[in-house]
């Protein structure tokens, strides 16, 4: 029996290499992206299936160039190469989680990470 986040991470794959989505009809000339949510205990699962997607997408689409951003991954390096990680720890520890929201909104606005 197939649960349904893999159903859902079924139709991906297809989604994401068709003719509609690669063209971006029905958008208004907006950059193409996917949001694909689900639970935070299906995290390692995700990433195989990240991993998959990335192999499989260039058997569907031979010419379709892809890149893959961890934003995670992205926030972390930003964050040490500033060297406020550890501050950031420090301030989550000591102050709690809003405080640590309300500290690093400046830092990690979109206009700065991009």
């Not at 950059?31 to 689900?38: G, L, R, S, T």
Request: overall charge neutral; glycine content about 4%.
């Amino acid at each position: 029996m197939i649960d349904s986040l893999t159903e859902r991470m079924n139709e991906v794959l297809p989604k994401i290499t068709s003719p509609e989505f690669l063209s971006g009809k029905g958008l208004s000339n907006e950059i193409v992206f996917y949001i694909f949510d689900y639970p935070p205990e299906a995290e390692l699962r995700i990433r195989e299936f990240i991993t998959f997607i990335l192999d499989h997408i260039p058997k569907h689409r031979p010419t379709l160039r892809v890149k893959h951003i961890n934003l995670f991954d992205l926030i972390v390096s930003y964050l040490k190469e500033r060297n406020l990680l550890e501050k950031s720890f420090e301030k989550q520890r000591d102050k709690g989680d809003n405080s640590l929201i309300n500290a690093l909104q400046g830092v990690l606005k979109t206009e700065k990470l991009i």
